[in-house]
Nanobody, 121 residues
Framework: QVQLVESGGGLVQPGGSLMLSCAAS????????MGWYRQAPGMQRELVAAITRSDSTDYADSVKGRFTISRDNAKNTVYLQMNSLEPEDTAVYYC???????????????WGQGTQVTVSS
């Protein structure tokens, strides 16, 4: 099974920056996709950014040019650098992975506990 440890959330002023990190550990064959979702109060959870093992990335239109996702495959860790933060970015950010338990397994999903990001003056 997979365990995810998220860090880096907090309170920041508009225009500021934060970096989120999420480290995966446990017993698995591979972590294929790592990403971040967010959920604001009263809203549905939405994809922020995702990255594959080969560094192919996908971003929500609302964060393109401001957020950068990266990963360290040796450490099974994904990072989200968030710049030019806006109040609309306020949400709980969840780490998400798609992983294989064994080489022949289907992909499974796993979610982190979430970390709060608040953008406010």
């Amino acid at each position: 099974q997979v365990q995810l440890v998220e860090s880096g959330g907090g309170l920041v002023q508009p225009g500021g920056s934060l970096m989120l990190s999420c480290a995966a550990s446990g017993s698995f064959f591979s972590i294929n996709v790592m990403g971040w979702y967010r959920q604001a109060p009263g809203m549905q959870r939405e994809l922020v950014a995702a990255i594959t093992r080969s560094d192919s990335t996908d971003y929500a239109d609302s964060v393109k040019g401001r957020f950068t996702i990266s990963r360290d495959n040796a450490k099974n860790t994904v990072y989200l650098q968030m710049n030019s933060l806006e109040p609309e970015d306020t949400a709980v950010y969840y780490c998400h992975v798609k992983y294989k338990l064994y080489s022949f397994s289907l992909l499974r999903d796993y979610w982190g506990q979430g970390t709060q990001v608040t953008v406010s003056s």
